[in-house]
């Protein structure tokens, strides 16, 4: 069983910053890619950042320059470090892992964390 634990969400004053991490646990065989989304109240969930495949980064525009991803391949977790951080950055945190497992090999699977709330207020 493959489990997304993400951790470091809460309530920050605008232009603080957080760090958000997401530890993939489980048999898993090998991660393709994996990244940060976010959903706001009524609005759909977008991308924030992720490594592809090939292990280059994608963020989005109203991201850059303000958050970095990072990753620890042994330990299969990716962080999300977010400075500068504004109200508009206020939602739900998704971490998202697409992987083969050890039961399954070879064949990708999607797996969504729970979800950990950030709030910025102005």
């Known amino acids: 069983q493959v489990q997304l634990v993400e951790s470091g969400g809460g309530l920050v004053q605008a232009g603080g910053s957080l760090r958000l991490s997401c530890a993939a646990t489980?048999?898993?065989?090998?991660?393709?890619?994996m990244g940060w989304y976010r959903q706001a109240p009524g609005k759909q969930r977008d991308l924030v950042a992720s490594?592809?495949?090939?292990?280059?980064?994608n963020y989005a525009d109203a991201v850059k320059g303000r958050f970095t991803i990072s990753r620890d391949n042994a330990k299969n977790t990716v962080f999300l470090q977010m400075n500068s951080l504004k109200p508009e950055d206020t939602a739900v945190y998704y971490c998202?892992?697409?992987?083969?497992?050890?039961?399954?090999?070879?064949?990708?699977?999607?797996?969504w964390g729970q979800g950990t709330q950030v709030t910025v207020s102005s």
């Open positions: 998202k892992a697409v992987l083969s497992t050890t039961q399954v090999i070879h064949i990708t699977v999607q797996y």
């Open positions: 489980g048999s898993i065989e090998s991660i393709y890619s």
């Open positions: 490594f592809t495949s090939s292990g280059s980064t």
